[in-house]
Structures are given as structure tokens and as C-alpha cells.
């Protein structure tokens, strides 16, 4: 017995001598690294074959990007990668995808430690502010300048998003609206209703459908964002007007203590009260609570266009028919505008503050290529709404779905999400606390007391 | 005889590999840590020093107190249900018979399941909505009980106590169970014929014998419990509006979600010192009851 | 008669709560095993339904998109080295920490303590600093030493208290035979602690297999990955793969399945040995 035990140590020690050795010999593992590189990424193979055939130096750069498995985008970008290495034989890209979450993670624990890859997906608004004033990124003012055709073709939220002090660090790849009112037709029919026009309207629907079983409002709020950005966002706004929370959060005018903004707390705190969400709505997230509306079991969900290309795939047939997809109505008195929706600049790549000059033209011609026209109509081809107000699309491809959303871009302008508008302390401040008045362990009165004191 | 249990050259020599190794890799980067505790910092651009103020921030924060309160509960859950219940399991588990092993393996599964299972799985048993749980009480008549287990910020924390048992039990269990082989037979026998009963032989030979293995566990137990992250992360990231909230995921959230890189800093060591105190304190109340 | 009676009908009481409790226990397993046959659609409509029809070729799908034909084999050897250098390290030091008498005993069994008080995510940026010093980012060195560094503490309280409660007259003895230390610990004290070693062979290689930050930021090129890093190409952030995520854990289970199906016995058989020689 006590010899398996020896053996069992001695085999232990083998193992760390091989490890020991591994690392001693450098040329060996990189003989081996090549090898399973090879076998696993053709991509990398063809670079190096390449570079046997031409000896001219390659400009080489890291990309590290989150569009990878289940990510409405990871098929697009390696396509769209794919065709920039074909495109532009004479750059390197050392890719690495990282899932979204752990993305964030590992990308601040290397900024942290000074150390940055340089080309890295980035979120507009908070996420560029902080990069930017720590003087991590290099802007893309002049590629802007160079090309103005390619400027031009953006939707402005696109740009202005990445944009801090009057410089633009990236360019969105597509825009997400973040307040869709996606609504089960049949339903509505079956007892009788219209889509609400008024805040009367939408409680009156929603003892409707309460009575009768229905869930009225899918909302999964879990992760906290999701009645920010989906339904306050655009909550508040009917409220409180566009010019409001910006003037608010610059502390010129308006506070967060001014009576339309506890309003809007309130009508969020008495949807709740009344039963609007289904009950488990604290304790699922934005993806389970979907299965609610595609059984058919809520009459609506409010939700991002993120949520099209899943409902495209998962949804049953006889539901998606159904689907129709709308914005809040307008609120009596309310100073809003009842034709917006709240919309945000999806992310972006930006250039790491650190790379060379050749690193850095390869980079923006890398941004470009994944916004310019063709990128675009691949967008829409993975139902993603796109970042350009000049690119045509064929509307025979298109499924019925991305193209009721289309007509809603065309029809509602977009207003600020609250965490785009809001840095990311507040933003904090927000989900929590509207989880808390949701919940009633927080009173409207005092979120609009801490806000108006943290933006002091 | 005492010669050879103090040379000094093979403690040494025996002690340093892992003293060298815990000193890189553990030592060195945690009193780092520390030190980013002192500054103002994002995590991005120049560190500013500033002292006590993180610190004076945080202990003046009722969301992190909250938070701290939420540990202890569920230090207290597991020190006396993890421990307690594992410590029986192992007791009951430990003849070598076929049906004991198969036990032996579920009882330990749920340490293998992967914490998004854990956590999936759990809060669909909890849900308010379709949950199990609830329809379970309807149909038994008892429709009164039913509950948002996850969802309401009064019991949330005893729900996710129960969930943080059930995963770890298999975890003292098998430490107990090795520390059971250390029993003599000839001794439990011995009970056995005076004719004590199993209750006897439980507090008057199984416990004192191990009670180095159950002090050890308590410290792995309440180290483990001030740093719980990953279920609360997975079942309800903390909320709802920070009701199960944890120092963990309290730093977590300064640290990587809201730029306070700093801040983050003296929350871990805060945590650490907090937890360090927690454990002296049971070591000096274990170790006393060692002696009587 | 009716003490025997008694006797079973306690024995069958706990032998039923066993059960129910063992079912709690075994279900997710099991939930996993057929929720891994299912189709997305069908996982979202209904959660706990048995699948409709069996589509093993999620297994197929998992295997590729989690990598797992480099990442798996990763994982194998990352675990192995570090669990081996663990126990060594560990059992060297338990066993002074146990039996030796010296100043700093108590200080430095308290040192051990304070790796378990930190939470990971805080190490994070300190110890990828570190690596970047040591040169080792980007190398499996980085991830065993770490895992053998944050395995030491519970190796060494699981192994100290083991050993502590050898009786001192059995070490004696074979001193008084001429024994030589190097002897007694490699032919005694490890072959008697054959049960605490296979426990914490057990723990540090589940801690380690299940391991996700420090592999997310030390490793970057992807022959190098380990497989929990393959495991979050499922989970996306507006949708998630789970009928491919449950195909690749089912996986991923099997390695610390069978590890444990073997290593608990030896816990057990360590009962007849241990008495044999105390």
C-alpha cells in the first residue's frame, strides 16, 4: 500500500519535472504551439503561409472583441474578420474572443495593470469617458476627416456616443433600442383590447389581462439594468421631456427632485403595486422571461432589439405572427414627446493609446470595414439594427419581424438611455434604487434625494 | 528524542517549498491589494493617495454594514448547518458497504455541478411564478406558505442559506469521513460492549477524537462563508435592491462595475480583517471547550 | 424481539431520509443528463419536461465550440501537476506543522490562513502584475503554482489535524528503531494518511478543474485554455446555449466523477489499514 502512495509522489514529482523542463525550452513549445495552431485555426495558417511567400514586414496588432458563441454578433464578425484578412493580406490580427462578461473582467484587470491589447471592442458613453480621461485610447478624429463619405453615413448617436471632448474614439457597430413594446396581438384581441394610448388606457389594459390571468408586462430585472434601460428609460421621458435629464445631471436647472421625475417614479412604483410584471420578475433575467411571452402566457414584454434575432430563432411560429412591436404610449401631462423611444450606440472597437502609428491606421481601417455599407447589410442580415442612415436594404430578405423594427426606427427618434447618460456610480445608484422602490424598501422621494446628491 | 522535533534544518527545509510558493503567489499580491486601498483609483489612470478615506468611506456605508450582516448569516448557517449535518452524514456513511458508497457519491454531487446549474436549477425550484416550490404548497392545501423565496428581501438570505447547505454539505462530509479513519476500532468497540448508546459514543469518543479536524473545518467554513460570490452571483446578483448583498459582491461591484478600483481594494481588506477576527474568536471558543 | 424491531424501524428511517435527501442531490445530475438531449426551444418552453426526441449531436456541437478537443486535455494536465505538487508541498508542511516543536508554529499555520480570507476577484490585478514580473503569463506554470498557492491552506489544515492525532507513541518508536525522518514521513506518516490525502486530492482537484478567473486572465492564446473558459462560449449576453452548455458540463463532470468514484473509497479503506497499524 505504502509503495502505490510512493509511486503516486514520484509520479507527481515527474510531472513538475516536465513542466520544469517545458518551460526551460522555449523553441520546443513553440514547435508545439504552431502545430495544434495549425490544426485548430486555418485563419492563422494561411497569415503564416503568407508570410513565407512575401517578406515585406506585416503590420501586426491584438483585437480582443466579446462576439463570440452565443453573441447575436459573433457570426458577423467572424465573417466580417475573415473577409478584412482577405481584403488586407498585409495585417496580422492576433484575435481573442472573449465572452461578454468575462470580457469586462479580464479587460480591466489588464488596464489596470497597464496593459492593454491593441484593438478592444469598448461601450459607448460611461465605459469610452473612463478610458478616455485616463488617456488609455487614441482617437479616430482624423480617419473621420479622411473619409467623409464614411462619416457622414452614420446615425449621430453612433459617433457622439465615443465621443469625449470633442474627440471620437470609435464608431458603433449597429445602435440597440432599448424600449421596444413587443405585443402578443392575439391576445389584446381575445379580450376585447387596443394597444393603450394613454397611461389610463395602459392601467386599464392591465387589469384586463391581470383579471384574466394574463401576465400583462413580461420583465426579468435580475441583473438590475433591465427596468432602467428598458422601461424607465422611456418611462421617465414621457414625463420629463428629452432636455430634462441632461440638464438635471449637469446640475443646470432641473434636479432630480422636481416633481415630473417622482411622477415617473411613482407610475413605475404603481404598475408594480397593480401587478403589471409577472411575480418572479426580481428573480429571472432578461432571457428566461422571455419563454412568458413566446408561450404566449404575457400579453407584452418591453424589451432591446437585442432580444429580435432570439425571438426569431426561438419563438413558435404561431406566436411570432402575432407579434407586434410598439413604444409606450404618451402620459397625460406629461412633457414628453410620445413619438421616441430610448435607444443607445451599440459597442465599438477602439485603438489602445499605446499603438504605433501603422498599428493604429490598421486598427481604423479595421472600424471602418466593420461599419462601411457592406458591414451594414450584414447587420441586418443578423437582425441587428444597423448604425447607417444611408445604407439601403433589401427588403425581400428580410424577416417580417426586423422589418416591423425598421419601420419603428423610421417612425420614433431615439432619446439617452439613463446609463448612457449617467456615469457608472449612478447608473448603480438607479438600478438599485428603482429595484428597491419596485420592491417598496425605497421610497421615490429618496432615490431622487440620493441621485440629486450624488450628481452634487 | 526532542532532538530530532526540533532540528531546525528539516523544519526549514520541509517548510520552505510552500512558505516560497504561498509567499509569490499569495503574500505578496495581497498586501498589494492593500495597498491600492490607500488611493483613489479607477483602475485606469494615476493612483491618487488618500489615506483613510476609503475606509472611513465604506464603514460609514450602510449598504456595505447590510452586506457584512448578510455573512454572518451565512456563517452561522453553515458553521452550524454544514458543519453538523456533515459531520452525521459522514458518521451514518462510514461502513464499507455498496449502498454507503453510492450515498457517499450523490451526497457529494452537488460540489461538482457547476454553479450556474446550481444556481439555475434552484432558482426555477423558487420561483414565484412557475416555481416548484409554491405548486407544491397549492396543491398540498397550504397555499398560505407560498412565497417569493428569492424575491422578497425578508427571507431571500434564508433561501440562499438553505441553497449554500445543500451544495456544501458534501465538503465536510468527506473531510469528516477522513478524519473518522483516525478512530481506532478497537476503542468503539470497547463502547459497545459497556453497552453505550449511539449518543454516548457520538459526544464522548467520535467528536473529541476529531476535534482538531472539526476546528480546522470551522475556520475553512467561515473563511469560505465571508467570501461567498459565485451562488449569490448566479441566483440574484445581490439584489433585490442589495438585500442579499455580500462584502464579495459589494467589492466585486466597486471594483469592476463602477470604476473604484481603490474603494475595492479596502473593502477586501476590510473583509480580510473582519474574517480574520471571526476566526480567532472561534478558535479561542473551540479550543476552550477543548479543555473541559 | 422488540429491541430488534426497534432497531430496524430506526434503520429504515434513515435509510428513507437518506434517500430523500440522496434524490435532492442526484436530480440536478440527472436534469442535466436529459435537458443535454434537448433543443433550445424546447429547454425555454419548458424547463424540467423530459426531451421530445434525443439530440445527441448537441454533444458534437459542445465538444467543438467549447474547444474542448485542446481545452479538456489543458485542464488534465494543469490539474494533474498542481494537485501532485500540492499534496507534496502540503504534506511536508502539515506534517512539521503537526509534529515539530518550534517558535514560529503558530505564526506561520495563522499565514496559511490569510490566503483563504481574501476574495479571488481582488487578487486578480496584484497576481497578473506578479505573473508579468515572473514571465509566466500566457504559460501553464502560472495556473498550477497559483492553484497549488491557494491550495495550501485547507491541504494544510485537512492534513495538519490528521496527522496531529497520530498518537506521538507510534512516531517515537520508530525513532527508537534508528528511523530517520525522511522515513517515517514518506513510509508512516503518508501511507497513514492515505484517507486526509485522498480527500484533498479530491477538493484541490475539483477547486482546480472548476477554476475560471485565474485561467481567464493569465492564459491568452487558445492552446493553452483551460475548460472553463470553453464553457462560457455558451453564455452569451442576449442569449444562451443550453442545451449545448448542459451537453458540455455533462463533459466536463465526467473526469471529477470518476476521480471520486475511485478516490472515496480509498478514504473508506483507510479504516482497516489505519487500525492495523495503530
Redesign the interface.
Known amino acids: 500500500m505504502s509503495k502505490r502512495i510512493i509511486s503516486l509522489v514520484l509520479m507527481g514529482c515527474m510531472l513538475i519535472a516536465m513542466v520544469g523542463c517545458s518551460s526551460k525550452s522555449p523553441e520546443k513549445k513553440k514547435e508545439q504551439e504552431v502545430v495544434t495552431n495549425t490544426k485548430e485555426d486555418t485563419n492563422t495558417a494561411k497569415t503564416e503561409s503568407n508570410k513565407q511567400e512575401e517578406p515585406v514586414e506585416k503590420v501586426k496588432f491584438t483585437l480582443w472583441h466579446s462576439f463570440v458563441g452565443a453573441d447575436q454578433r459573433a457570426e458577423f464578425m467572424e465573417k466580417r474578420l475573415n473577409d478584412f484578412r482577405e481584403a488586407h493580406p498585409e495585417y496580422e490580427i492576433d484575435e481573442q474572443k472573449i465572452p461578454r462578461d468575462q470580457y469586462q473582467t479580464k479587460l480591466k484587470t489588464e488596464a489596470a495593470a497597464g496593459e492593454l491589447p491593441d484593438a478592444f471592442v469598448i461601450w459607448p458613453n460611461a465605459m469610452t469617458k473612463e478610458f478616455a480621461s485616463a488617456s488609455l485610447l487614441k482617437d479616430i478624429n482624423g480617419h473621420l476627416e479622411e473619409n467623409p463619405e464614411w462619416r457622414d453615413s452614420f446615425v449621430s448617436r453612433a459617433l457622439d456616443e465615443f465621443t469625449v471632448d470633442g474627440k471620437t474614439y470609435s464608431a458603433g457597430l449597429g445602435v440597440s433600442i432599448t424600449s421596444i413594446v413587443y405585443y402578443n396581438k392575439a391576445l389584446f384581441e381575445k379580450y376585447n383590447l387596443e394597444y393603450p394610448n394613454s397611461y389610463a388606457e395602459l392601467l386599464n389594459v392591465i387589469t384586463v389581462f391581470k383579471e384574466n390571468g394574463v401576465i400583462p408586462i413580461a420583465l426579468g430585472n435580475k441583473a438590475k439594468w433591465p427596468a432602467q434601460s428598458t422601461i424607465f428609460s422611456c418611462l421617465a421621458n414621457r414625463e420629463t421631456g428629452s432636455e430634462w435629464l441632461d440638464s438635471a445631471l449637469s446640475g443646470t436647472g432641473s434636479k432630480f427632485t422636481d416633481p415630473e421625475f417622482i411622477t415617473a417614479l411613482n407610475k413605475l412604483k404603481e404598475l408594480t403595486d397593480m401587478g403589471a410584471f409577472n411575480k418572479d420578475y426580481n428573480t429571472i433575467d432578461e432571457v428566461e422571461v422571455r419563454s412568458y411571452f413566446y408561450k404566449g402566457e404575457a400579453a407584452m414584454m418591453i424589451g432591446g432589439s437585442w432580444i429580435l434575432p432570439d425571438m426569431i430563432k426561438n419563438a413558435p411560429e404561431d406566436i411570432k405572427a402575432n407579434i407586434e412591436m410598439t413604444v409606450l404610449p404618451g402620459f397625460e401631462g406629461g412633457k414628453g414627446d410620445p413619438n421616441t423611444m430610448s435607444g443607445v450606440s451599440s459597442t465599438g472597437i477602439a485603438i489602445s493609446a499605446k499603438a504605433s502609428p501603422e498599428q493604429q491606421a490598421a486598427i481604423e481601417e479595421l472600424i471602418q470595414f466593420l461599419t462601411n455599407e457592406e458591414s451594414q447589410k450584414l447587420y441586418a442580415v443578423y437582425n441587428i439594427p444597423v448604425s447607417s442612415k444611408t445604407v439601403q436594404i433589401n427588403e425581400s430578405e428580410m424577416d417580417p419581424l426586423y422589418k416591423k423594427m425598421l419601420d419603428l426606427i423610421k417612425k420614433y427618434p431615439m432619446v439617452a438611455v439613463y446609463d448612457s447618460a449617467m456615469n457608472s456610480e449612478m447608473t448603480d445608484i438607479t438600478n438599485n434604487g428603482l429595484q428597491g422602490i419596485m420592491i417598496g424598501s425605497l421610497t421615490p422621494e429618496e432615490l431622487a434625494e440620493e441621485l440629486q446628491k450624488a450628481v452634487e | 528524542m526532542d532532538l530530532i522535533f526540533k532540528n531546525k534544518k528539516t523544519i526549514t527545509l520541509a517548510l520552505l517549498p510552500a512558505l516560497l510558493i504561498f509567499f509569490v503567489i499569495v503574500f505578496m499580491p495581497i498586501m498589494r491589494s492593500f495597498v491600492y486601498g490607500f488611493y483613489k483609483w479607477n483602475g485606469l489612470g494615476e493612483p491618487i493617495y488618500v489615506g483613510w478615506k476609503n475606509f472611513i468611506d465604506i464603514l460609514t456605508d450602510k449598504i456595505f454594514w447590510s452586506a457584512f450582516k448578510n455573512n454572518l448569516f451565512i456563517v452561522a448557517a453553515s458553521v452550524l448547518g454544514q458543519i453538523p449535518i456533515g459531520l452525521l452524514i459522514a458518521i451514518v456513511l462510514n461502513k464499507k458497504l455498496k449502498s454507503t458508497s453510492f450515498f457517499r457519491t450523490i451526497f457529494f454531487l452537488p460540489m461538482i455541478l457547476s454553479t450556474v446549474v446550481v444556481g439555475l436549477l434552484w432558482s426555477t425550484i423558487f420561483n414565484a411564478q412557475v416555481g416548484i416550490l409554491n405548486q407544491l404548497l397549492t396543491k398540498l392545501g397550504l397555499e398560505k406558505l407560498e412565497q417569493d423565496w428569492l424575491g422578497n428581501p425578508k427571507i431571500a438570505m434564508y433561501t440562499i442559506s438553505i441553497v449554500i447547505i445543500w451544495q456544501f454539505v458534501g465538503f465536510y462530509m468527506i473531510i469528516f469521513l477522513a478524519a473518522l479513519q483516525n478512530i481506532p476500532i478497537d476503542i468503539i468497540e470497547a463502547a459497545e460492549i459497556d453497552g453505550a448508546g449511539e449518543l454516548h459514543k457520538l459526544f464522548k469518543i467520535t467528536i473529541p477524537m476529531i476535534w482538531d479536524t472539526i476546528m480546522a473545518a470551522v475556520v475553512l467554513c467561515i473563511a469560505g462563508s465571508m467570501r461567498t460570490f459565485d451562488l449569490v452571483f448566479v441566483m440574484t446578483k445581490g439584489g433585490p435592491a442589495h438585500a442579499t448583498e455580500l462584502m464579495a459582491t459589494y467589492m466585486y461591484n466597486k471594483t469592476f462595475e463602477v470604476y473604484k478600483y481603490g474603494y475595492g481594494s479596502a473593502v477586501s481588506l476590510i473583509i480580510f480583517i473582519l474574517s480574520l477576527s471571526l476566526i480567532l474568536i472561534s478558535r479561542k471558543v473551540m479550543s476552550k471547550r477543548e479543555d473541559i | 424481539m422488540m429491541y430488534l424491531n426497534k432497531k430496524t424501524i430506526l434503520k429504515f428511517i434513515?435509510f428513507l431520509i437518506?434517500c430523500i435527501?440522496?434524490f435532492?442531490?442526484?436530480y440536478?445530475?440527472i436534469?442535466?443528463a436529459y435537458t443535454s438531449l434537448k433543443t433550445?426551444?424546447e429547454i425555454?418552453?419548458s424547463?424540467?419536461a423530459l426531451p421530445k426526441s434525443l439530440h445527441f449531436e448537441n454533444y458534437v456541437n459542445a465538444w467543438n465550440?467549447a474547444?474542448m478537443?485542446?481545452y479538456f486535455f489543458n485542464s488534465i494536465f494543469v490539474c494533474?501537476?498542481s494537485?501532485?505538487?500540492t499534496?507534496?508541498?502540503?504534506a511536508?508542511?502539515a506534517?512539521?506543522?503537526a509534529?515539530?516543536?518550534?517558535r514560529m508554529k503558530k505564526f506561520?499555520y495563522s499565514?496559511?490562513?490569510?490566503?483563504?480570507?481574501?476574495?479571488?476577484?481582488?487578487?486578480?490585478?496584484?497576481?497578473?502584475?506578479?505573473m508579468?514580473t515572473?514571465r509566466l503569463l500566457d504559460?501553464?506554470?502560472s495556473l498550477?503554482?497559483?492553484y497549488?498557492?491557494?491550495g495550501?491552506p485547507?491541504t494544510?489544515?485537512?492534513l495538519?489535524?490528521?496527522i496531529?492525532?497520530?498518537p506521538d507513541s507510534i512516531i517515537?518508536a520508530c525513532?527508537m528503531d534508528g528511523g530517520k525522518?525522511k522515513h517515517i514521513f514518506?513510509?508512516m506518516i503518508?501511507?497513514m494518511s492515505?484517507?486526509?490525502?485522498?480527500?484533498v486530492i479530491?477538493?484541490n482537484f475539483?477547486n482546480n478543474w472548476?477554476e475560471?478567473?485565474f485561467a481567464?486572465?493569465f492564459m491568452?492564446?487558445?492552446?493553452k485554455k483551460t475548460l472553463p473558459?470553453g464553457?462560457?462560449?455558451?453564455?452569451?449576453?442576449?442569449?444562451?446555449?443550453y442545451a449545448e452548455?448542459?451537453a458540455a458540463?455533462m463533459i466536463?463532470?465526467v473526469p471529477?466523477?470518476i476521480l471520486?468514484?475511485i478516490l472515496?473509497?480509498q478514504?473508506?479503506?483507510?479504516?482497516t489499514?489505519?487500525?492495523v497499524k495503530?
Open positions: 434513515l437518506l435527501a440522496g435532492t442531490t442526484l440536478p445530475l436534469w442535466m433550445n426551444p425555454i418552453m424547463t424540467f465550440t474547444n478537443d485542446v494533474i501537476a494537485v501532485a505538487l499534496i507534496i508541498v502540503g511536508l508542511a506534517f512539521i506543522l509534529k515539530f516543536q518550534f506561520i499565514l496559511f490562513i490569510i490566503g483563504m480570507l481574501i476574495p479571488m476577484q481582488s487578487v486578480l490585478v496584484p497576481l497578473f502584475i506578479q508579468r515572473l504559460n501553464p506554470l498550477i503554482l497559483t497549488t498557492a491557494f495550501l485547507i494544510i489544515f485537512v495538519e489535524s490528521f496531529k492525532s497520530f517515537e525513532v525522518i514518506l513510509e503518508l501511507p492515505r484517507p486526509a490525502i485522498a480527500t479530491i477538493l475539483l472548476k475560471f478567473s481567464l486572465i491568452s492564446s487558445d492552446s473558459l464553457l462560457y462560449n455558451f453564455i452569451g449576453a442576449h442569449s444562451s446555449n452548455l448542459m458540463m466536463a463532470s471529477i466523477i471520486y468514484l472515496q473509497e478514504i473508506i479503506n483507510g479504516m489499514a489505519g487500525a495503530g
